[in-house]
């Protein structure tokens, strides 16, 4: 079974620029998440969707910060203008909606690091 | 408000050692989950272990081991003959219940173990 994928790596733009950071989940999994963890800090949540809902997006950020997620497949986290505090790597997450064992393991992309300058 | 506490940012030891990285929680809710990831130079988080807050019975795998004990709220973990292998940054986790949080992790800030040959 392939793993969550996130595309790209490694992004380096400019302040003020935009960037969009993309994942794909596990085939079949309807829960889907973005965590982001700066400058070696904790990992923080971002947000969770179910299929292509927003669940609960109280870790976004601000207004800058975009995501969606298009027929409950991939979705995308787009940052626009990105400021230099936005550097950090965002990782994304999948897993089952079974919760009848408890709390959902989540399953992690390799992240997507980003660096603005 | 929820916390996780990794007081270690860096460990060092040689190869064969035994090394025990340190987790403290705070929650207020008295069903929650714990959970151990890895992070290998490859960037993905690695999942270890998920435990609930009904189950304190320590937990052996290979050469890894947990330990959680509610009466101190810290869950660490144990690598027993410690190998190259084993280098990486090691994650504490804490989950609500899925029906309150969705699963949402908080995260302590890490522990990267590097174990020397």
């Known amino acids: 079974e392939a793993g969550v994928t996130q595309f790209p790596s490694h992004s380096v733009i400019e302040k003020g620029q935009t960037v969009t950071l993309r994942c794909d989940p596990i085939?079949?999994?309807?829960?889907l998440y973005w965590y982001r963890r700066v400058m070696g800090k904790e990992i923080k949540f971002l947000l969770h969707?179910?299929?292509?809902?927003?669940?609960?997006e109280s870790g976004m950020p601000n207004n800058r910060f975009l995501a969606e997620r298009t027929g409950g497949t991939y979705s995308t986290l787009k940052v626009q203008p990105a400021e230099l505090e936005d550097s950090g790597v965002y990782f994304c997450?999948?897993?089952?909606?079974?919760?009848?064992?408890?709390?959902?393991?989540?399953?992690f992309g390799a992240g997507s690091r980003l660096t603005v300058l | 408000a929820q916390k996780v506490t990794q007081a270690q940012t860096e460990i060092s030891v040689v190869e064969k050692e035994d090394v025990t990285l340190d987790c403290v929680y705070e929650?207020?809710?008295?069903?929650?989950?714990l959970f151990w990831y890895k992070q290998p130079p490859s960037g993905e988080l690695v999942f270890l272990i998920r435990?609930?807050?009904?189950?304190?019975q320590n937990e052996i795998s290979g050469r890894y081991s947990w330990n959680f004990q509610k009466s101190t709220s810290s869950f660490n973990f144990t690598i027993t003959a410690s190998q190259v292998v084993d280098s990486a940054v090691y994650f504490c986790?804490?989950?609500?219940?899925?029906?309150?949080?969705?699963?949402?992790?908080?995260f302590g800030e890490g522990t990267q173990l590097t174990v020397n040959p």
């Open positions: 969707f179910v299929k292509e809902s927003k669940q609960d």
């Open positions: 085939s079949g999994h309807d829960n």
């Open positions: 997450a999948s897993s089952h909606d079974i919760l009848l064992s408890g709390a959902n393991v989540l399953t």
């Open positions: 929650t207020r809710d008295t069903t929650y989950y």
């Open positions: 986790a804490l989950s609500e219940a899925p029906e309150t949080s969705g699963s949402r992790l908080t």
């Open positions: 435990r609930n807050s009904f189950d304190e």
